[in-house]
């Protein structure tokens, strides 16, 4: 069974600051792919980032970047120079075969202070 | 191009009533899923499809019944609602398999008393 664990239910960060969101997956697929959704309060579901599994290289996003660790299972958001618009809750998510299935995390709810 | 879009924005239903939501996507997307998504749960699958005319289950299919008879709609039906299903269902699309990223629509919150 494919699982995606996000272990920080909440997080806080000062404006203008860094902030790393965690997570770790399990799968015993070899081709998959890795995102960062944002939800903010709207509710609508905003593409972040994505990373495919067989790259080694972390996929950056303007002030966005991810740690992959593929031998760990693990895929961590960097948040740089942090906004009062980055407040929201993030999801990590895994995607694999058998119809491109996207598995959620539970969430981490991300609040950026003034 | 309005993107993914879903039918209605919020309902109340009573239980044992039944209702469908409605997604449409215009950006000729093969693949279309739907989406439950709980307090502190995260989202999970309901059903999915993979091109005009095919269904198939996800993590929980349970209660709900879909129908993708064009390849902009994709129906989510539930028969007799209850209790359980109080949530807010999203409708995603992407255009094939698991490399695609996946287009989220605005939600629908449902409430069942």
């Known amino acids: 069974a494919q699982t995606v664990t996000q272990s920080q239910p909440e997080m806080s960060v000062q404006e203008a600051e860094t902030v790393t969101l965690s997570c770790t997956y399990d799968t015993s697929e070899n081709n998959y792919y890795l995102f960062w959704y944002k939800q903010p309060p709207s509710r609508q579901m905003i593409l972040v980032i994505r990373q495919e599994a067989y790259k080694q290289q972390n996929a950056t996003e303007n002030r966005f970047s991810v740690n992959f660790q593929k031998a760990a299972k693990s895929f961590s958001l960097k948040i740089s120079d942090s906004q009062l618009g980055d407040t929201a809750m993030y999801f990590c998510?895994?995607?694999?075969?058998?119809?491109?299935?996207?598995?959620f995390g539970q969430g981490t709810e991300l609040s950026v202070k003034p | 191009n309005a993107g993914v879009t879903q039918t209605p924005k919020f309902r109340v239903l009573k239980t044992g009533q039944s209702m469908t939501l409605l997604c449409a996507q215009d950006m000729n997307h093969e693949y279309m899923y739907w989406y439950r998504q709980d307090p502190g749960m995260g989202l999970r699958l309901i059903h999915y499809s993979v091109g005009e005319g095919t269904t198939a289950k996800g993590e929980v299919p349970d209660g709900y019944n879909v129908s993708r008879l064009k390849k902009q709609n994709f129906l989510l039906g539930l028969e007799s609602a209850a209790p359980s299903q109080t949530s807010v269902y999203f409708c995603?699309?992407?255009?094939?398999?698991?490399?695609?990223?996946?287009?989220f629509g605005p939600g629908t919150r449902l409430l069942v008393l």
């Open positions: 998510a895994l995607s694999y075969n058998q119809g491109g299935k996207l598995i």
């Open positions: 995603a699309s992407s255009y094939s398999n698991v490399q695609e990223t996946q287009y």
